[in-house]
T-cell receptor, first 113, second 111 residues
Framework: GESVGLHLPTLSVQEGDNSIINCAYS??????FIWYKQESGKGPQFIID?????DKRQGQRVTVLLNKTVKHLSLQIAATQPGDSAVYFC????????????FGQGTRLTINP | AAGVIQSPRHLIKEKRETATLKCYPI?????VYWYQQGPGQDPQFLIS???????DKGSIPDRFSAQQFSDYHSELNMSSLELGDSALYFC??????????FGPGTRLTVL
């Protein structure tokens, strides 16, 4: 069936560097995408979202890019900090009424001091 | 800011027992979602409620049921528990069809 997946399960970067986490989705009808950060033992924390009528959205130190042509989503984190170490999930809304999120596999980001 | 509240935070049950998980959404959020996350897995959507009515259904076993009450809190009832039900159970809430905010989760262990 339709699914959302991530290219890399782990990513390790030096503190202060920029990081990019990628995600591929297969449902071309999806209209809403979200990135969540999950620290160990905690619930997913909303980072940033983007609707399908946009190709870029910026937040504080984070940018989400959406390429509908190749059905690709990415999360860029600038000037990474130790607190950015976590698992990052992209999620795709598959619902018609309320949201029904389908999560990708997750990428573990480790920030090295 | 107020967040989603889940109780209990940890629960240990024996096989074939029942469990009830509770979720209190963020104030003024009318939509509640339940997810199950196994070890090393991504969260899997179980079920959602909007204005106390079931809105959508995912991979929720027939042994599980849920409802949303008049005060918008929700309960997930799990019967005939199996070892494979051991997981983190997250509740999320949103104002309508908008961004979901997740609670801290309930860790269920079935022995």
């Amino acid at each position: 069936g339709e699914s959302v997946g991530l290219h890399l399960p782990t990513l390790s970067v030096q503190e202060g560097d920029n990081s990019i986490i990628n995600c591929a989705y297969s449902n071309s009808a999806s209209d809403y995408f979200i990135w969540y950060k999950q620290e160990s033992g905690k619930g997913p924390q909303f980072i940033i979202d983007i609707r399908s009528n946009m190709d870029k959205r910026q937040g504080q130190r984070v940018t989400v890019l959406l390429n509908k042509t190749v059905k690709h989503l990415s999360l860029q984190i600038a000037a990474t900090q130790p607190g950015d170490s976590a698992v990052y999930f992209c999620a795709e809304n598959m619902g018609q009424g309320a949201q029904k999120l389908v999560f990708g596999q997750g990428t573990r980001l480790t920030i090295n001091p | 800011a107020a967040g989603v509240i889940q109780s209990p935070r940890h629960l240990i049950k024996e096989k074939r027992e029942t469990a009830t998980l509770k979720c209190y959404p963020i104030p003024r959020h009318d939509t509640v979602y339940w997810y199950q996350q196994g070890p090393g897995q991504d969260p899997q959507f179980l079920i959602s409620f909007y204005e106390k009515m079931q809105s959508d259904k995912g991979s929720i076993p027939d042994r599980f049921s849920a409802q949303q009450f008049s005060d918008y809190h929700s309960e997930l009832n799990m019967s005939s528990l199996e070892l494979g039900d051991s997981a983190l159970y997250f509740c999320a809430s949103s104002p309508g069809r908008n961004t979901q905010y997740f609670g801290p989760g309930t860790r269920l262990t079935v022995l």
